[in-house]
């Protein structure tokens, strides 16, 4: 797959870049991150797409070229995942986000997202889960997803054990509404029912960005 996919770039006219990359993440599934995770025993789990396609088709969704995941805070400061990373032969760190929340303190920033890029050229973008009342909460700088609390429990996956929300119907629900229907012309700028911008002034801009391209 990861030769498929450098052929395909090195001539984009003649191959179909997009499926190579689909190939490539196929490829990848979960196993490599299982591993990197197993070594230090942090717990993980899929989220959104992710998630998504795992419990509706069985395997990684066939459109997305990434792989989300969540931590619980708690779990792993960001530090200590960013050594961990630096000892894998597969993974390197290409950005760290972090998350001002002025409804709290305006002054409050932490850390919420780190996005890494395996050898074979596929993102996987690490979500800090955060528990605020009665909601997990997750997001970027800018963005700020929220679903009822949820516990872990065990799955497995192409004969590899993980962990996923006790309650993935419920999840997806919350996230996508009708999850269990194809939606050719989705846009999760526009369609993501638990996606909202962080409280903060980045947060406020991204929401004003995608009511004028979205509506």
Not at 30 to 59: H, Q, Y
Not at 102 to 119: E, W
Not at 157 to 170: A, H, Y
Request: one cysteine or more.
């Amino acid at each position: 797959a990861q030769t498929q996919l450098q052929i395909a770039q090195s001539n984009p006219q003649m191959h179909n870049v997009h499926e190579a990359y689909r190939r490539v993440y196929q490829a990848l599934g979960t196993k490599d991150i299982n591993t990197l995770f197993e070594l230090s025993n942090v717990e993980w789990f899929p989220i959104a797409g992710t998630l998504l396609g795992l419990i509706r088709e069985g395997r990684l969704l066939e459109n997305d070229l990434d792989i989300d995941i969540g931590i619980m805070e708690g779990t792993i400061s960001v530090e200590s995942f960013k050594k961990l990373i630096s000892k894998s032969t597969f993974f390197k760190v290409s950005r760290v986000e972090y998350q001002k929340n002025f409804s709290t303190d305006i002054n409050s920033l932490i850390p919420v997202f780190v996005k890494l890029v395996h050898s074979n050229g596929i993102n996987v973008d690490v979500f800090w889960h955060y528990l605020s009342g009665d909601k997990i909460n997750h997001g970027t700088s800018s963005l700020l997803w929220e679903n009822k609390f949820f516990k872990l429990n065990s799955y497995e996956s192409d004969n590899s054990l993980m962990k996923i929300p006790d309650k993935p119907e419920q999840y997806l629900t919350e996230t996508y509404g009708t999850w269990k229907i194809k939606k050719s012309d989705y846009n999760y700028h526009r369609d993501m029912l638990s996606l909202s911008g962080a409280r903060n002034f980045l947060g406020i801009e991204y929401l004003l960005r995608a009511y004028l391209f979205c509506g």
